[in-house]
Nanobody, 123 residues
Framework: QVQLVDSGGGLVQAGGSLRLSCAAS???????MGWFRQAPGKEREFVAT????????YFADSVKGRFTISRDRTKNTVYLQMNYLKPEDTAAYYC?????????????????WGQGTQVTVSS
């Protein structure tokens, strides 16, 4: 069993930055850790993923060059650093744990979800 607790969302102006955190507990090392987001009226979409070893990392094209993902194994925490935020980044962001044998960018393959944290970017 894995438990994920998301935090760090908020309201920020376009061009600003936020850092999301995902505190994980349980048997997490059998999973790829990542983030998805869901805007109102849209499907949940992949944002970024990382393994507990720190590599490889993968990003959605829409966030490449602006977002970075990292992990602190001593704290069992995964971070999503979001820079140069745009209004279209506005969404609820969810931490996700996907089994190593599954596809990291498919929401249907995610085994555990955080509760979500809202990110709102104003223009």
């Amino acid at each position: 069993q894995v438990q994920l607790v998301d935090s760090g969302g908020g309201l920020v102006q376009a061009g600003g930055s936020l850092r999301l955190s995902c505190a994980a507990s349980g048997r997490t090392f059998s999973y790829l850790m990542g983030w998805f987001r869901q805007a109102p009226g849209k499907e949940r979409e992949f944002v970024a993923t990382i393994s507990w070893s720190g590599s490889p990392t993968y990003f959605a094209d829409s966030v490449k060059g602006r977002f970075t993902i990292s992990r602190d194994r001593t704290k069992n925490t995964v971070y999503l650093q979001m820079n140069y935020l745009k209004p279209e980044d506005t969404a609820a962001y969810y931490c996700a744990a996907t089994p190593l044998s599954r596809n990291y960018c498919y929401s249907d393959d995610v085994a555990y979800w955080g509760q979500g944290t809202q990110v709102t970017v104003s223009s």
